[in-house]
């Protein structure tokens, strides 16, 4: 079992979803609530699906997407921080992904990761080659069409690429191939020259 640290308490709402999240730490994430009553329990941890998982500093987002006749609740939150980049500014091996794990079992419903070829890999999982550096920041979530669901995220990486994540609802069937992340904008050494500390621009913090 992973190290846990709590590093401070977070409370978060939505209709239905209360969550107490009792804190990112290392490589590990728990949370407390409805679902989970009067336990703590293991959301995720570096393994399996998660295998991306960093240093958990990205507060999920909680709310609902909708990929079927019945929306579903969810966390949604950045890998992490990968200690690489502490002292470097190379590629990271872990943090680089963004998860949406359903809030009411802990499986994954959906990351979007780095890959050798951009492009959906499975309903559960979509490859970016642009998706080499950790996500320690909170993702900014929205409902562009004002149905109840998330179908669009925003977050920056500590390589200065700013991404788009389009999670379109569907009510009939599992779309879920159709969610994809983009780059907006790369603002960072990865893709301005020259590759040196004056373009070492990171993301930290929600847009």
Request: zero cysteines; a negative charge.
């Amino acid at each position: 079992m992973p190290e846990e640290v709590h590093l401070r308490n977070k409370s978060l709402a939505a209709p239905g979803l209360p969550f107490d999240v009792l804190r990112q730490g290392f490589q590990l994430l728990r949370v407390q609530g409805a679902a989970f009553p009067g336990e703590q329990q293991e959301v995720v941890e570096q393994a399996g699906d998660f295998a991306e998982l960093g240093l958990t500093f990205s507060s999920p987002r909680v709310g609902q997407v909708q990929f079927g006749a019945t929306a579903t609740p969810v966390l949604i939150f950045g890998a992490g921080y990968d200690e690489n980049k502490d002292s470097a500014s190379s590629n990271d091996s872990v943090g680089n992904a963004i998860f949406i794990v359903n809030a009411e079992t802990g499986a994954l419903v959906w990351k979007a990761t780095s890959g050798a070829a951009t492009g959906s890999v499975s309903s559960t999982e979509y490859n970016h080659v642009g998706m080499v550096d950790s996500i320690p920041s909170d993702l900014a979530a929205l409902d562009t069409d004002a149905d109840g669901n998330i179908d669009r995220l925003y977050v920056g990486d500590t390589g200065g690429t700013v991404w788009r994540v389009d999670l379109p609802s569907s009510t009939t069937t599992d779309n879920r191939d159709d969610w994809f992340a983009s780059e907006l904008a790369n603002l960072g050494m990865d893709d301005i020259s020259p590759a040196d500390g004056a373009n070492d621009r990171r993301f930290f913090h929600r847009p």
